[in-house]
T-cell receptor
Framework: GESVGLHLPTLSVQEGDNSIINCAYS??????FIWYKQESGKGPQFIIDIRSNMDKRQGQRVTVLLNKTVKHLSLQIAATQPGDSAVYFC?????????FGTGTSLTVIP | DAMVIQNPRYQVTQFGKPVTLSCSQT?????MYWYQQKSSQAPKLLFH???????NEADTPDNFQSRRPNTSFCFLDIRSPGLGDAAMYLC?????????????FGPGTRLTVT
C-alpha cells in the first residue's frame, strides 16, 4: 500500500526555538501534500499544503519544504510556542485519496 | 462556528451491538470522508462519498458501512463492533478533488466497545 512516514515519533524543543518535522513518502506520483496539526481530543487541523510543482511554501511561522528527488518533505515552525505542542501529520495524495503518515508528537518546553 | 459536526462525541457500545455514528456539515462540500484513528496512530481512510458516489477502501472491513442521505449528513454504521474497533472516528469534508483537496475535520467520535 501507499505510505507516508515520519522519521521521528517525538520531538521536544525549547520555547522560542525553531522546530523541524520530517516526512518521507513512497509514491512518486503524489502531487499534493498537506501538514496537519492534531491536538489531544480534537480532529486534525490543516496547517499548510504544497503542490509538487513547488519546493517551498511559507505560511505564518510555518514553512514546508518539498524535495521530490528524495521524496521528502519537512515542516518548519519558527519561534515555537507552547500552543504548538501537538501531533503533526503529513498526508499525501494517491489519486483522489489521502494517506497519513504516522505522526510526530511535538512537545514545547517552556 | 462549527462546520463539521460529529455526534455523539463519545459512544459506548457492547461487543456485537450495532452502532451508528453521525456527521453533518454546513460547508455544502461534495466530498465526505470517514477515517478511523487508533491511539497514537495516523488516521486511516475507511471510505468516502463524492456526492452520492460511494468509494470504499480495499481494506475496509465489511463490518463498516456508510450512508449519505443528503449533502449535509453522512453516517458510519458498524454492524457488529469488535474490541478492535474501539477508536476515534473522524469525519472530514472537502469541496472536491483536484484543486479542492483541503479537508475540514470534525472533532471525532471516540468509540468504546465493552
Amino acid at each position: 500500500g501507499e505510505s507516508v512516514g515520519l522519521h521521528l515519533p517525538t520531538l521536544s524543543v525549547q520555547e522560542g526555538d525553531n522546530s523541524i518535522i520530517n516526512c518521507a513518502y513512497s509514491n512518486s506520483a503524489s502531487d499534493y501534500f498537506i501538514w496537519y496539526k492534531q491536538e489531544s481530543g480534537k480532529g486534525p487541523q490543516f496547517i499548510i499544503d504544497i503542490r509538487s510543482n513547488m519546493d517551498k511554501r511559507q505560511g505564518q511561522r510555518v514553512t514546508v519544504l518539498l524535495n521530490k528527488t528524495v521524496k521528502h518533505l519537512s515542516l518548519q515552525i519558527a519561534a515555537t510556542q507552547p500552543g504548538d505542542s501537538a501531533v503533526y501529520f503529513c498526508a499525501g495524495n494517491t489519486g483522489n485519496q489521502f494517506y497519513f503518515g504516522t505522526g510526530t508528537s511535538l512537545t514545547v518546553i517552556p | 462556528d462549527a462546520m463539521v459536526i460529529q455526534n455523539p462525541r463519545y459512544q459506548v457500545t457492547q461487543f456485537g451491538k450495532p452502532v451508528t455514528l453521525s456527521c453533518s456539515q454546513t460547508l455544502n462540500h461534495n466530498v465526505m470522508y470517514w477515517y478511523q484513528q487508533k491511539s497514537s496512530q495516523a488516521p486511516k481512510l475507511l471510505f468516502h462519498y463524492y456526492d452520492k458516489d460511494f468509494n470504499n477502501e480495499a481494506d475496509t472491513p465489511d463490518n463498516f458501512q456508510s450512508r449519505r442521505p443528503n449533502t449535509s449528513f453522512c453516517f458510519l454504521d458498524i454492524r457488529s463492533p469488535g474490541l478492535g474497533d474501539a477508536a476515534m472516528y473522524l469525519c472530514a469534508t472537502s469541496r472536491g478533488y483536484q484543486d479542492s483537496y483541503e479537508q475540514y475535520f470534525g472533532p471525532g467520535t471516540r468509540l468504546t466497545v465493552t
